[in-house]
Structure formats: C-alpha cells, structure tokens
C-alpha cells in the first residue's frame, strides 16, 4: 500500500490550497477516504473523510472551510481547503479511516504534506 500526499505549501490566513493523495496497492473505490493532520508534539487528528459513494464528514473545526471529494478514475483524494488559519498548519496525511470520522485508520502512514498558513 502506498499513500502520498501533496500539494502543501506556505500561504497567507485566509488563503487558499489543494492538496491531494495518491493512493495505491488496495481497492480504492471500494473504500473510504480520509484526510488527518499532525502538529509537532501533537497526536494525529482527523480532518475529513469521503465514503466509496462520495458521502462525507468533517472535523468541526474545518466545516464550511474544507471540501473533500475523490477521483476513483486517478486513485486520489483530495481536500479543497479556504480561509485557512495560523492553527491548519500542520502536516496532513491520507488513510482509510476505520470509520468516517473516525482517527483509527487501516494503514501504516504514508507521505505527508506540509502546509504552513502564516503572515
């Protein structure tokens, strides 16, 4: 299995950033998605999660700020993120979450993406 996040970057608060993770060596569209994030000296976290028929959850903290989809024809997962604050800074990762909002995931971590909002 492979999972590699990109698209990260350094971008003013209130900007904006694509990131998307390509997947591999499982059954992707049969599965659920997930998006989570790591601070340094923080745990991991959950961020946002589509289902195998495109339903979705989020962390309160990003809803109406974040949209997730998939493209089962690439493999990938993707995390549309506006208005991005100092605190969505960290290191954001993919994984098949256990459940849809669930920070359990199936497996070993992957490449992560580094996004620093910062003025």
């Known amino acids: 299995v492979q999972l590699q996040a990109s698209g990260g970057g350094v971008v003013h608060p209130g900007g904006s950033l694509r990131l998307s993770c390509a997947a591999s060596g499982f059954s992707f569209r049969r599965n659920r998605m997930g998006w989570f994030r790591q601070a340094l000296g923080k745990q991991r976290e959950f961020v946002a999660a589509v289902s195998a028929d495109d339903g979705t959850n989020y962390a309160e903290s990003v809803k109406g700020r974040f949209t997730v989809s998939r493209d089962n024809a690439k493999n990938t997962v993707n995390l549309q993120m506006n208005s991005l604050k100092p605190e969505d800074t960290p290191v954001y990762y993919c994984?098949?979450?256990?459940?849809?909002?669930?920070?359990?995931?199936?497996?070993?971590w992957g490449r992560g993406t580094l996004v620093t909002v910062s003025s």
């Open positions: 994984n098949l979450p256990l459940d849809l909002g669930s920070s359990y995931v199936r497996f070993p």
